[in-house]
């Protein structure tokens, strides 16, 4: 079997993404399953060839609230099993998660709340990281889980460019990174960092405001985060800082295969 190559992307918005160039660099990429978060759209606002770009299935989770959050599958192969309604309001709200089940892994593709506007949400924010790690434990007793998406959290100084400045600043504050250590702890594994445990300023969102892009100012919020028990197969991690049409740019691994 092929090696497998997973990505994920924060795209701001699909239908703004579609606009600067989205579909074609799909069909380029050509990944075996790629995950959207951020896309701020309901189905019925898109057109067939986004909701089902030639060559692959989508499977969408839509906000209750339009033009917010929502994620998004693709998936050149159909999996075994979708889900994006788990039954708990916290976790199915705001279109932040979808699950699909692969022969070897299940995946868990995720946009993680963002705790920046206010305290409440913040709360939120911390609710949900909890919830979703309970959640998630269960499916892990029958095969690997793999969790991509954008989690919203730097999680060590190395994964942001003022980390000093930035101790404050929700997605860096000690609460939220002790989550990721927790996740840790769990058997979970960061894996770009496993695989690239020296590499500096790599980075996965940049503040738009501050074309903070072009001098490279940014954070590492973007992740693949493996089951240990599937570690080995993972054979790359990577960050594709170069491809454009969102405030973050995609990340990805490759997966060998059986």
Not at 167 to 181: A, H, N
Not at 212 to 235: C, E, H, L, P, V
Request: hydrophobic content about 35%.
């Amino acid at each position: 079997m092929k090696n497998m190559t997973l990505l994920s992307w924060n795209v701001n918005g699909v239908r703004a993404a579609v606009k600067k160039g989205f579909l074609p660099w799909l069909q380029e990429a050509s990944p075996d399953i790629l995950c959207l978060q951020e896309t701020k759209a309901h189905v019925e606002q898109l057109s067939h060839d986004i909701i089902h770009p030639d060559g692959y299935m989508g499977i969408w989770n839509s906000a209750l609230k339009k033009g917010y959050s929502g994620t998004a599958t693709f998936s050149k192969e159909k999996p075994l099993m979708e889900m994006s309604n788990f039954g708990d309001l916290t976790l199915d709200g705001e279109g932040r998660i979808i699950l699909t089940e692969h022969k070897d892994f299940y995946l868990f593709n995720v946009y993680f709340p963002n705790g920046a506007r206010n305290r409440e949400r913040l709360d939120f924010k911390m609710h949900f990281y909890d919830r979703f790690l309970g959640f998630i434990e269960g499916y892990r007793k029958h095969k690997p889980v793999i969790i991509c998406g954008d989690v919203n959290t730097a999680h060590r100084p190395v994964d942001l460019s003022h980390p000093k400045e930035n101790e404050k600043t929700s997605g860096f504050l000690p609460m939220e990174r002790k989550w990721l250590d927790k996740l840790e702890k769990h058997g979970y594994v960061d894996t770009f960092r496993s695989l690239h445990p020296k590499t500096i300023e790599a980075y996965s969102w940049w503040d738009m405001k501050t074309y903070a892009r072009t001098r490279n100012i940014g954070w590492r919020i973007d992740y693949f985060w493996a089951d240990k028990a599937i570690m080995k197969r993972i054979k790359k991690a990577f960050i594709l800082n170069d491809v454009m049409g969102s405030d973050h740019c995609p990340v990805g691994i490759e997966i060998a295969g059986t």
